[in-house]
């Protein structure tokens, strides 16, 4: 009896276990896409200017979006936000946590195509509002549609006020695109599955409660490679 009992539970656990851990999977797919958008961004300075990349608190990729996530109510893209460490935003970048992006008329025909969004935050309170609720761009948080290019005026108004800078990539090509009216917030069940316990956003990035999962070491490392100070004057004044 005792030896069935056993074998049951045996095979139970084998069963169960390609089961527990996809939602893991799914994550450390989530993170490493996440690195490949951020290296392939920061590679070409066409894309989103160095010098704003520079000057951000924060990057927030949602990797990989399709447009039938924004068709059904209540669907999302999923990614993840790292932030330079330290109270002034001054260190190093963070392990990241992940993040959920919800519904909201973007006025983007996406085609079908899977689409890549990456925000920039550009100043402490947007970092501080994302991380610790959800977040309407456009109404708790300002957003403007981020300029491209090595020589873009990074300096206009509508930059220098906007609290997050968005971006959009659809067929290798980069835009500035607005996402006011949809909504960001950490993804906590994704940062227990990554993380393997109950953790909050505001922890993983400001208070180092985690160590850099193996599947986001690359990007952190290339971010502090090629974007290890924060410029910002703000940053550099402190």
Known sequence: MIKRMISSLTALALVASPLLGAGDRKETDRLENCGMVIKEVMDIPDNIPEDLIDKADCIIVFPSVLKAAFVIGGSYGRGAMTCRSGEHFTGPWSAPTMMALEGGSFGLQLGGQATDFVLLVMNPRGAHSILSSKVKLGGDASVAAGPLGRTANASTDVTMRAEVLSYSRNRGLFAGLSLEGSTVR?????????????????????????????????????LNQKSPRNTSEAATHK
Request: hydrophobic share 40%; aromatic share 8%; no cysteine.
């Open 186 to 222: 950490p993804d906590n069940d994704g940062n227990e599955r990554i993380y393997g316990k109950k953790v909050e956003a505001e922890s993983i990035v400001f208070k180092g409660a985690v160590a850099v999962p193996s599947a986001a070491q690359k990007m952190v490392a290339y």
